[in-house]
């Protein structure tokens, strides 16, 4: 004998309440009271009730899937991705399970149209992009995802103007918290690694926050202790030692990137110069591999939990329909013994 599969009406006789509502406690609908929620999922577990994805995504029109973009900038050869976006990844890849959302991740570069490939075409509800690289090229390509009322938040810098929803970290504040401890710890000849064009507007703010630090401290901007440098441990080595070979000593650098800083450190051993006995290295991002450096490097944290969180959260407000604002998240300084320790 075939036995019957319960049903949301079941479930609502059971409960005590009507389907719709079982309907909209099942979606986590917030309209739904949590005394509610609890009492029709109670009711479903003692039915060993289970909900029919394929069903429900047919009824509302939902794929109850993400798109995660990366963009490869196509005039750079540098292909592999920044470590810090490999963190942001995971988080948002947790945030989307724990919201019983799958997450189809593209790695982007030929194509024009993203709202006619994920959105339009119905492969994903909403988009988030990782926004690194160029700024001007990859801000290009998302405007005409807000012109489309695509559904869609990047994680970047947030300027004003810029086109959708960004969530990105305070740039500015972290920067001079790195230079503020370096000031502390007796340095006064500060390089800066990092490209401060307006192709980078991360690493602007964080000269920014640089030079914000050194005014506070009554202490001049050196020009020439500034080097135009990309995101790579191989830009960060060539830098410093161009910066030394030209300038003289310096006795700290703060890397606007944690790669540019190490690879700054690299360079500084090449020139026989000691971390940090005689320069101390601040860099910003706290990647995986920013402890197990030699010494391990002192840095700013960008909280990419949070962010993972925050992206996803706010993404599925879109999808709903309901207001979000872009927000910067804070970050932390993160002692270690590139700078000498506390």
């Not at 995802?145 to 500015?172: C, K, M, R, Y």
Request: with cysteine; aromatic share 8%; hydrophobic share 40%.
């Amino acid at each position: 004998m075939r036995v019957k599969r319960p049903t949301s009406f079941d479930i609502a006789e059971l409960a005590g309440v009507s389907q719709s509502t079982v309907s909209r406690a099942l979606r986590n609908d917030a309209m739904v009271s949590e005394d509610t929620r609890q009492r029709v999922a109670q009711a479903a577990r003692l039915l060993n009730y289970k909900v029919d994805v394929n069903a429900r995504n047919l009824r509302s029109q939902k794929t109850n899937t993400l798109a995660l973009l990366l963009y490869e900038d196509p005039v750079t050869s540098q292909s592999l991705i920044n470590p810090f976006f490999l963190s942001m990844l995971s988080s948002i890849t947790k945030a989307s399970a724990r919201r019983g959302y799958d997450l189809l991740i593209s790695f982007q570069q030929s194509s024009d149209d993203w709202s006619a490939d994920y959105a339009a075409s119905k492969r994903a509800d909403g988009l988030i992009f990782l926004g690194y690289g160029d700024y001007l090229r990859y801000v290009d390509k998302i405007s005409r995802l807000d012109e489309v009322s695509t559904a869609f938040v990047t994680w970047g810098p947030v300027v004003p103007g810029q086109p959708g929803h960004f969530i990105g970290s305070d740039n500015v504040h972290g920067a001079r918290e790195g230079v503020r401890h370096l000031i502390a710890r007796g340095r006064r000849r500060i390089a800066f690694l990092g490209d401060i064009s307006e192709h980078c507007p991360e690493f602007r703010d964080r000269y920014r926050g640089y030079v914000e630090a050194l005014g506070e401290a009554g202490l001049p901007v050196i020009e020439a202790l500034y080097a135009d440098a990309a995101a790579s441990e191989e830009v960060g080595h060539q830098a410093i030692l161009d910066l030394i070979d030209r300038e003289g000593p310096i006795d700290a650098v703060f890397g606007a990137c944690d790669l540019l800083a190490i690879g700054a450190m690299n360079g500084l051993r090449e020139r026989s110069l000691r971390v940090p006995e005689d320069v101390a290295v601040v860099g910003f991002d706290d990647i995986v591999a920013a402890p197990f450096t030699s010494p391990p490097l002192t840095t700013i944290r960008q909280d990419t939990a949070a962010a993972g969180e925050l992206l996803v959260e706010n993404l599925l407000r879109l999808i709903e329909g309901r207001p979000i604002e872009t927000t910067q998240i804070a970050t932390s300084l993160v002692v270690r013994g590139s700078c000498g320790g506390r």
